[in-house]
């Protein structure tokens, strides 16, 4: 039993109100989570009492932005545990991160007979980035087969891994599935053959406590979005020695050091990433969001959103004609089902009805969806402010669909 949604639910104004007549119960997290009074109060400060643009002017105002915003780029590097401060990059969020690495640092590397290798369970905004660079540099995109259950082993990343790759990309967290893959010990294999690893965090940060020493990952992209934080901002981890080798993808003001007519060079990272006024905002409502998270600490909410997933996988078990995806265990805060021949989005409308908000379709994940035979699935994703009753109130409202459904069949 977990006590933590019943305790910190106060916090999170949104989920007091009712839906269709019904308490609202917020099972979609996974594609965006709700937000707490304090990172609410947090952007509502800044803007009321700090907003200028930063390192730029020498007035007040502009000094107390800039201190937010920077002080938002040391949260975010002791979040993760990174070496140096420099070594995080604001984004608007994981696809813009991944992009990044994959133009800036995996055009410049790759060549013709090189190899990136990925997994099936990808979501797109990482697969079609890696999908353009082979196509721009003659690079082969090879897979990591999926176990029946949908996770990898690592004699599969073994055999798929070779001298050859010069990328190995992957979600710590599938988006789909809810399992989490093995990030320290295929980065390992990924290094003895001098590949780099990419971690797409999107759906692990929230959820787990990441440190990217540990992981001895190259990069992690993550979405502030989804641990509590606003929407338009994210973070790439890089380590230091491959940023400073790393171009700019985008060009303008703040990120350079000289310009003249003819050419220009650009100063060092973090900075030569951030062109243009950046998502000051944005950042300061994300290191709200971590330290919220922190306070109430990464190992209890990883416990609490693991135990929501397990209870709601043997209660949705006992449904007849239910189809659960993933494996049983090593799953994060996600379950994803279909019901009988009946399409996700009618499921999902169904008990919408009754105030419960899952997530349904291919979940940018068409790949998987092809490799589980199905056109679209239906998607229950738990957080920190879920509770038990939360899991009961899914159980039913899908009990109520399957009578529904039967009646109109």
């Given at each position: 039993m ?8 106060e ?22 989570s ?8 947090a952007?509502k ?10 390192h730029?002017g ?13 002080e ?12 140096f ?23 410049s ?10 997994t ?5 905004s990482?697969?079609?980035p ?16 999926l176990?029946?259950d ?38 390992a ?7 780099k ?10 959820h787990?406590?990441?440190?990217v ?31 400073e ?20 060079t650009f100063?060092d ?12 905002a ?23 959103d ?24 090593n ?19 169904v ?11 291919h979940?940018c ?5 092809r ?17 038990e ?21």
């Amino acid at each position: 039993m977990s006590s933590l949604g019943l305790e910190i639910r106060e916090q999170f104004p949104i989920l007091h109100q009712e839906v269709n007549g019904h308490p609202l119960v917020y099972l979609d997290s996974g594609a965006s989570s709700q937000k707490p009074r304090a990172v609410i109060e947090a952007i509502k400060r800044y803007y009321e009492n700090d907003h200028a643009n930063v390192h730029r002017g020498v007035h007040t105002l502009g000094s107390r932005a800039t201190d937010a915003y920077e002080e938002a780029r040391d949260k975010v590097a002791a979040f993760l545990n990174a070496k140096f401060r420099e070594e995080i990059i604001f984004t608007r969020g994981t696809t813009t991160a991944l992009n990044l690495v994959a133009s800036s640092y995996a055009r410049s590397v790759c060549r013709e007979g090189d190899e990136i290798v990925l997994t099936p369970m990808e979501h797109h905004s990482n697969l079609i980035p890696w999908q353009q660079v082979a196509k721009a540099t003659g690079a082969t995109l090879k897979y990591i087969p999926l176990q029946p259950d949908g996770t990898i082993t690592l004699q599969d990343a073994e055999n798929a891994i070779t001298d050859k790759t010069k990328i190995v990309s992957m979600t710590y967290v599938s988006n789909v599935l809810g399992v989490m893959n093995p990030i320290q010990e295929v980065a390992a294999i990924a290094h003895r053959h001098g590949a780099k690893m990419v971690v797409d965090g999107a759906q692990s940060t929230p959820h787990v406590k990441v440190d990217v020493q540990q992981l001895d990952c190259d990069f992690y992209a993550f979405s502030g979005h989804k641990m509590c934080g606003p929407t338009g901002i994210g973070a790439l981890y890089g380590k230091k020695e491959l940023l400073e080798r790393m171009e700019p993808i985008e060009f303008g003001g703040e990120m350079i050091d000289r310009v003249d007519l003819y050419e220009s060079t650009f100063k060092d990272p973090p900075e030569r990433f951030e062109g243009g006024t950046p998502i000051i905002a944005g950042a300061v409502g994300l290191g709200a969001a971590i330290d919220f998270l922190t306070e109430i600490g990464m190992d209890r909410i990883h416990a609490h959103d693991a135990y929501l997933a397990k209870i709601a996988y043997e209660q949705l078990s006992q449904i007849d004609g239910l189809t659960i995806y993933g494996p049983r265990d090593n799953r994060t805060g996600i379950v994803t089902f279909n019901m009988k021949d009946i399409h996700a989005h009618d499921v999902a409308t169904v008990i919408d009805q009754e105030g419960v908000a899952i997530r349904a379709g291919h979940h940018c994940c068409q790949p998987l969806m092809r490799w589980l035979n199905v056109n679209a699935t239906a998607r229950a994703s738990f957080y920190l402010y879920n509770t038990e009753d939360d899991v009961a109130k899914l159980a039913a409202a899908l009990r109520n669909a399957e009578q529904f459904f039967d009646n109109i069949g």
